[in-house]
C-alpha cells in the first residue's frame, strides 16, 4: 500500500495532452525562425538525441498533421517544448520500429512511448568533480507481440545489466566510482507472472564504439507482505560477451512506519566473472513524503568486495531532497553525504563529503520510473532503458 501511494507516482499517471490529426488551416503559422531555434535549443539542452527514428515513419496526408505530432507555439516554455519534442520523437520511432515487424501501425501503443532525462553534476573529496547524463526510453512493439517492447537509453551500463541499478540503495542520477555509462538498446519480453511472481529477459547491446551483446533474466518474489510489511527477493542471471556470467542476488524488507515514512533495508550482492568475490552492498533507508511532490531520504549505507584488496570498500550517509521545479514536468534534487572510502588497505581511511544538483524532465504517458527521495526503488531497473 505505502509503496504505491507517493503524490508523484500519482501525478505520473495523469494522461498527457495528445492531438489527434487534424487539418492544418490556412493561417496556421508555420515554424518560424524563433519556433525552429527553441526546437535546437531543447536538443542541445539535452545532450543527446535518439536516432533518426523517426525519418521513415509513414507521412501523415497532405495537410493533416502527424499522429505522433504534439501541437506547440512559439510562447510555449522551453521545458514544454523539450518533453514535447523528446515524446515526439519517440513516438515516431515506436511507430517505425514496430512497422519493421509488418501489421498496421499502432498509433495508440505508440503514443504510449515514456521516458526521463536526467542530467546532473556532484562533487567528493574522493572523486571530484564529475557529471552525468541519462536518457530512457520505453516503448511497446503491438506489431511483435503483446509482451514484447523495446527500450533505449544511456545509462550505467554494469548497472544495468548485473541489476544493479539501485546506486548504493538510492536510485539518484549522481556519479559513483567506475561509472561506465554507455548508450544501451533492446528487446524486453514479459514472461507469464502471477502477483507474487514477475519475470523477464532482456536482449540489447551495448556502446556505440564497441558494441557489446548481453542477455539477462530477472526474477522478482514477493515472499511477504501484509498491511505494514512486504518482504520480497530478486534474482539475476546475466551474461556479456565481454564480461562473461554473473548472477546478483537481492534481498529487501520494507515497513511502512507512518503514512508518510517508509523504512526499508536492504542486501544484495552479485558474483561473476569479473567481481572479486561477492560485490556486495548494505543498506538501511527511511524515506519522508513531504507532500505536494516533495520528499527527503536519508541512508546509512556500506559496500566493497569480498576478496578485493580492501573488502570494505565505503561506508557512510547521504541525504537526498526532492522538489518539484515545475510540477509534473521537471524536478530537481540536491544530494549531501558524507562517506568514509578506501580502495588500498596501505592508505589511511579518510572521511569524503559529497554534493550534487540534479535536474529530471520525464516525458510520455505512463509511470515514470521512481527517484530516490519521492518513492523507493524497489523495481526501478524493471523500467526504461534499463528497465522498461
Not at 279 to 305: C, H, K, M, P, T
Request: hydrophobic residues 35%; charged residues 25%.
Amino acid at each position: 500500500m505505502m509503496i504505491g501511494m507517493t503524490a508523484r507516482r500519482a501525478d505520473r499517471e495523469k494522461p498527457v495532452r495528445r492531438p489527434v490529426a487534424h487539418e492544418a488551416g490556412p493561417n496556421d503559422p508555420g515554424p518560424t525562425a524563433r519556433h525552429l531555434a527553441r526546437r535546437a535549443l531543447a536538443l542541445l539542452w539535452l545532450g543527446c538525441c535518439l536516432p533518426a527514428a523517426g525519418a521513415e515513419t509513414p507521412d501523415a496526408p497532405p495537410g493533416l498533421l502527424h499522429p505522433c505530432q504534439l501541437p506547440t507555439s512559439e510562447d510555449e516554455p522551453l521545458v514544454d517544448e523539450t518533453q514535447a519534442l523528446l515524446e515526439e520523437t519517440g513516438c515516431r520511432a515506436a511507430l517505425w520500429l514496430d512497422g519493421l515487424f509488418g501489421g498496421e501501425a499502432q498509433i495508440r501503443s505508440a503514443q504510449r512511448t515514456s521516458g526521463y532525462v536526467e542530467s546532473s553534476v556532484s562533487y567528493t573529496q574522493f572523486d571530484g568533480f564529475d557529471t552525468r547524463t541519462r536518457l530512457r526510453v520505453r516503448f511497446d512493439l503491438p506489431n511483435l507481440k503483446e509482451r514484447v517492447s523495446a527500450f533505449f537509453g544511456r545509462d550505467d551500463e554494469d548497472d544495468f545489466i548485473r541489476d544493479r541499478t539501485e546506486a548504493f540503495g538510492l536510485r539518484s542520477q549522481f556519479p559513483t566510482l567506475a561509472d561506465r555509462d554507455e548508450w544501451l538498446a533492446g528487446l524486453g519480453y514479459g514472461l507469464p507472472s502471477s502477483e507474487r511472481l514477475q519475470a523477464d529477459v532482456k536482449v540489447g547491446a551495448a556502446s556505440l564504439r564497441e558494441p557489446r551483446a548481453f542477455v539477462r533474466m530477472r526474477l522478482h518474489y514477493n515472499a511477504w507482505s501484509d498491511y505494514q510489511n512486504l518482504v520480497y527477493v530478486r534474482a539475476t542471471p546475466f551474461w556479456q560477451t565481454r564480461d562473461g556470467i554473473g548472477l546478483t542476488l537481492g534481498v529487501d524488507y520494507n515497513h511502512v512506519l507512518t503514512p508518510s515514512l517508509l523504512l526499508r533495508v536492504t542486501e544484495v550482492g552479485t558474483i561473476s566473472d569479473i567481481t572479486r568475490g561477492v560485490d556486495w552492498l548494505s543498506a538501511v533507508i527511511l524515506y519522508q513524503n513531504l507532500r505536494d511532490e516533495r520528499a527527503i531520504a536519508y541512508q546509512l549505507f556500506a559496500r566493497g568486495e569480498t576478496d578485493a584488496p580492501e573488502p570494505l570498500f565505503e561506508y557512510g550517509g547521504r541525504t537526498i531532497y526532492r522538489q518539484p521545479l515545475i510540477p509534473a514536468k521537471l524536478y530537481g534534487e540536491l544530494v549531501l553525504g558524507y562517506s568514509w572510502p578506501r580502495d588500498d588497505p596501505a592508505v589511511k581511511r579518510e572521511g569524503s563529503y559529497e554534493i550534487g544538483f540534479g535536474l529530471e524532465l520525464p516525458f510520455g504517458r505512463g509511470t515514470h520510473p521512481a527517484a530516490p527521495a519521492a518513492t523507493p526503488p524497489a523495481d526501478r531497473s524493471a523500467e526504461p532503458p534499463p528497465d522498461p
